[in-house]
C-alpha cells in the first residue's frame, strides 16, 4: 500500500512538472479568448467612396488588421451618391453575411441614421468615421471639427502676419455636411479672439475644384489684398490655388486646407509652395483607433448600441518649414505593396 | 400672323427674353456691386463659363438634330482621366494621347451607330454610354478620383498660358464658337443638320444622308468633351472624376435650353448658346460677389431659368407639329 502509495505521489509530482509546468506558461487564457471572440467577424467599412485617399488609407490599415485576427473585411463604394450608401447598409443588414461591425463615413448629419439604428438593432456595432452625425453609434473616430477650424484659423493668422491687411478669404464645403459646418463654426470661434482679422467673402465649392477656382478668382478680384484662404478641403483646394496662381499672388495669399496626410495631395503641395498650411489627419494612427475599438467591441459582450465613445484624432497645421520625411503616408506605396502582396 | 395685331412679341423668342435678363443683371451689377464691371472681372467671368459653353456647343449640334448626349461630362472627366493615369504610368505621350482619341471616338461612334441604326432614343443610349464610360475607367483603367497631371507636362503648361492677359480656355471657347457658327450656318451638312432636326423623314426623303450625319454630330460631341477635359485638367493641374456625379450635365443642358435651342430640335445655333453662357456667368459671378450661400445660388439660377421658360411658352405657344411629335 505504502509503495503504491508513494508511486502514486511520485506520479501526481511527475505529472505536475511535467504537465502543469509547461501548460502554466502556455495557458494565458488572452490569446484563446482573443481569438474566439474576434475569428470570422465581419467587418465592413462604407465610405462616402472608395476613390480618395482617405478611404483607401482606412481599407488598407483596416484589411491587414482584420486579416490577421481571422476576420473578414469587406468594404462598398457608394462613390459619392447617398442614396447607393442607404443601399449598401440596407442590404448589409438584412443578408445573410451580416457584418458584426459597420464603419459609416456619413454624409451628413441625418441621412443614415435611420439605418444605423436597424443595423445596432440587429446586433451590428456602428461605428462612424470622420463624418459625425445625429446618432448615438457605439464610437465615433474622427476629427472634431471644430478644433480643426481652430488650427486652420490659427495657421492662416499666423501666416497672414501682423502686419498685413489681415483679410481672410473661405472656401466652404456646403451647408449640410457636418465637416464643414463645424469646421466653420472653429475657424469663427479663433476669429472672435482676433477682431482685427476679417471674413471678407465665406462662398461654397461644393466640394469641386473648378467652382472653388471661379469662386476663389471673384473674391481675389474683390479683395486683391486677402493675405490668407482657407479651403475647407484638399480636395477641392487645388481649385483655389489655380485661381491664387492665375491672378500672380502666389507666395502672397498663404493657403491654408485640410486632408487625410497623403503624399501628393499634402505634403507634396507644401514642399512647392502650393499649400501654406495642411491640417492633417494622421490616418495610420486613426486607422489603428478603428482597429482597436472594433477589437474592444467584439469581445465586450455588450449589446450593439450600448457605449458611445468619442475618439478624436490629434490634428496638427503643417508647414513646409515643419515637415519630416514621415508627415505623410504614401497612397502609391500603399497600392505597389497590395499589388505586390497579390 | 403679324397682321393679327401681335407682331412684336413674335419677335421676343426666350432668346430675346433670356438677354434682355442678361443685360439687365450685368447694368445691376455694374452699378451696384464694386469691381464687377473691372476688365479682369468681366474676363473671369468669361472663363468661369468657357468649359460650361464648349461642352454646351457639343450639346447645342446634337439637340438641333432632334438628340441630346447625357454621356459627354463622362467622356469629358474619364478620358482625361485615363490620359494622364497612362502618363503617370509612364506610357510614351504620343500613344498615350492615341489610345484616348480613339477610346473617345470609339464611345461618340457608338453613340451615333445605336441611335441612327439601332434606333434606340438618344436619351437612354448615351445615359447607359456615360455610365459605362465611368464605370469602366474608374474601375478598371484609373485607381483614384482625382488624377494629377506630370509635372512639366503640355496640359500644365497648357493651363499657364495667357494672351494679353486672358486665359487661353476664353480663345478656345471664342474659336470653337465660331467654328460651329460657321459649320452650322455655311456648310451643307450644317444646314442639313436643321432640317434632320425639324423633321427626320422629310429629310431623309429628300435624300439627306440623315443617319451618318447622326453618327456625325455625336462624334463631335464627344471629341467637343475631349477639348473641355484637357482644358479643365489643364487649369487645375488635376482632373477629379467625381465632377460627373455634379451637376454640370444639367448646367450644359440648361446653357443649350435657356438660350433658346428647343430640345424639340430643328432651332438654334451658337448665338444661343452664347446668350446662355452669358446669363449664367454673370448670375454666379454677381451672386458670389454679393457672396450668396450656394442653396439659394441654385434656388435663384432654377427661379430664372422656370421664368424664362413660363415667358416663352405664354409668348410662343408650341405649335400643333412640335404638339404631335412630342420633344425628346
Not at chain 1, 4 to 23: D, S
Not at chain 1, 264 to 285: I, P, S
Not at chain 1, 312 to 336: G, H, I, M, R, V
Not at chain 2, 182 to 199: E, S
Request: contains cysteine.
Amino acid at each position: 500500500m505504502k509503495l503504491i502509495r508513494t508511486l502514486m505521489a511520485a506520479a501526481t509530482a511527475l505529472a505536475v512538472t511535467a504537465f502543469v509546468a509547461p501548460t502554466f506558461a502556455a495557458d494565458d487564457p488572452g490569446p484563446a479568448a482573443y481569438a474566439q471572440a474576434l475569428k470570422g467577424k465581419r467587418v465592413m467599412l462604407v465610405p462616402l467612396a472608395m476613390g480618395f485617399d482617405l478611404a483607401q488609407g482606412w481599407a488598407h490599415y483596416l484589411k491587414t488588421e482584420v486579416e490577421a485576427w481571422g476576420g473578414v473585411f469587406e468594404t462598398r463604394d457608394p462613390n459619392w451618391v447617398v442614396d447607393a450608401g442607404a443601399q449598401a447598409i440596407t442590404d448589409a443588414i438584412s443578408s445573410d453575411t451580416r457584418p458584426d461591425v459597420l464603419i459609416i463615413h456619413a454624409p451628413d448629419l441625418n441621412s443614415y441614421s435611420k439605418l444605423m439604428k436597424k443595423a445596432q438593432a440587429a446586433g451590428t456595432y456602428v461605428i462612424l468615421v470622420d463624418n459625425p452625425a445625429n446618432f448615438p453609434a457605439d464610437a465615433f473616430i474622427g476629427s472634431d471639427w471644430d478644433r480643426l477650424g481652430q488650427l486652420e484659423a490659427e495657421a492662416a493668422i499666423k501666416g497672414c502676419g501682423p502686419n498685413s491687411s489681415k483679410k481672410i478669404g473661405l472656401v466652404q464645403g456646403d451647408q449640410a455636411n457636418s465637416s464643414s459646418l463645424y469646421q466653420y463654426a472653429g475657424i469663427m470661434k479663433v476669429l472672435e479672439k482676433n477682431p482685427d482679422f476679417k471674413v471678407v467673402a465665406k462662398p461654397d465649392s461644393n466640394w469641386d475644384a473648378t467652382t472653388s477656382r471661379n469662386v476663389t478668382t471673384t473674391m481675389l478680384q474683390q479683395n486683391p489684398d486677402i493675405c490668407s484662404i482657407i479651403d475647407f478641403w484638399d480636395g477641392d483646394a487645388t481649385g483655389a490655388a489655380a485661381a491664387i496662381r492665375d491672378a500672380k499672388l502666389d507666395g502672397k495669399v498663404f493657403l491654408v486646407t485640410t486632408g487625410g496626410g497623403e503624399k501628393a495631395a499634402d505634403c507634396d503641395k507644401l514642399q512647392d509652395g502650393t499649400y501654406g498650411a495642411v491640417v492633417m489627419t494622421d490616418l495610420a494612427r486613426q486607422s489603428g483607433d478603428m482597429n482597436a475599438i472594433i477589437k474592444f467591441l467584439l469581445q465586450s459582450g455588450q449589446p450593439a448600441g450600448t457605449s458611445h465613445t468619442y475618439i478624436y484624432t490629434l490634428e496638427k497645421a503643417t508647414t513646409k518649414a515643419d515637415l519630416k520625411p514621415d508627415s505623410c503616408w504614401d497612397l502609391k506605396a500603399l497600392q505597389a505593396q497590395a499589388a505586390a502582396a497579390k | 400672323m403679324n397682321t393679327i395685331g401681335w407682331p412684336n412679341f413674335r419677335s421676343l423668342n426666350q432668346e430675346g427674353i433670356v438677354f434682355a435678363i442678361a443685360v439687365v443683371l450685368f447694368v445691376a451689377a455694374a452699378i451696384g456691386l464694386p469691381g464687377f464691371i473691372d476688365p479682369n472681372n468681366l474676363v473671369a467671368i468669361v472663363r468661369s463659363v468657357s468649359v460650361l459653353g464648349i461642352l454646351a456647343l457639343g450639346m447645342a449640334v446634337v439637340v438641333i438634330g432632334r438628340g441630346i448626349d447625357l454621356s459627354a461630362v463622362a467622356i469629358m472627366a474619364m478620358s482625361v482621366a485615363w490620359y494622364l493615369q497612362l502618363l503617370n504610368s509612364g506610357t510614351p505621350d504620343g500613344l498615350a494621347f492615341a489610345y484616348v482619341l480613339a477610346g473617345v471616338l470609339a464611345i461618340g461612334l457608338l453613340n451615333g451607330f445605336l441611335v441612327a441604326y439601332a434606333d434606340v432614343p438618344a436619351i437612354f443610349v448615351t445615359l447607359a454610354t456615360g455610365s459605362f464610360v465611368f464605370g469602366y475607367v474608374r474601375s478598371q483603367l484609373i485607381t483614384q478620383d482625382a488624377v494629377p497631371v506630370p509635372q512639366g507636362h503640355w496640359v500644365e503648361l497648357l493651363g499657364g498660358l495667357r494672351f494679353l492677359d486672358v486665359p487661353i480656355e476664353v480663345f478656345v471657347f471664342a474659336g470653337l464658337a465660331f467654328l460651329f457658327f460657321l459649320f452650322l450656318r455655311y456648310t451643307k451638312w450644317g444646314r442639313y443638320i436643321y432640317f434632320a432636326g425639324d423633321n427626320p423623314v422629310a429629310a431623309r426623303n429628300i435624300g439627306i444622308p440623315v443617319r451618318p450625319m447622326l453618327v456625325l454630330r455625336y462624334v463631335l460631341s464627344a471629341l467637343v468633351a475631349l477639348v473641355a477635359g484637357l482644358l479643365t485638367a489643364a487649369s487645375l493641374h488635376s482632373i477629379n472624376t467625381r465632377v460627373v456625379n455634379s451637376t454640370l450635365l444639367y448646367d450644359i443642358v440648361l446653357v443649350a435650353v435657356i438660350g433658346g435651342i428647343g430640345l424639340s430640335g430643328g432651332r438654334g445655333g451658337v448665338r444661343n448658346v452664347l446668350v446662355g453662357a452669358a446669363l449664367i456667368g454673370i448670375l454666379l459671378n454677381a451672386m458670389t460677389i454679393i457672396d450668396i450661400p450656394l442653396l439659394y445660388q441654385n434656388l435663384i439660377k432654377a427661379a430664372i431659368l422656370l421664368g424664362a421658360i413660363i415667358v416663352d411658352g405664354i409668348i410662343n405657344p408650341r405649335d400643333e407639329q412640335t404638339a404631335q411629335q412630342g420633344d425628346i
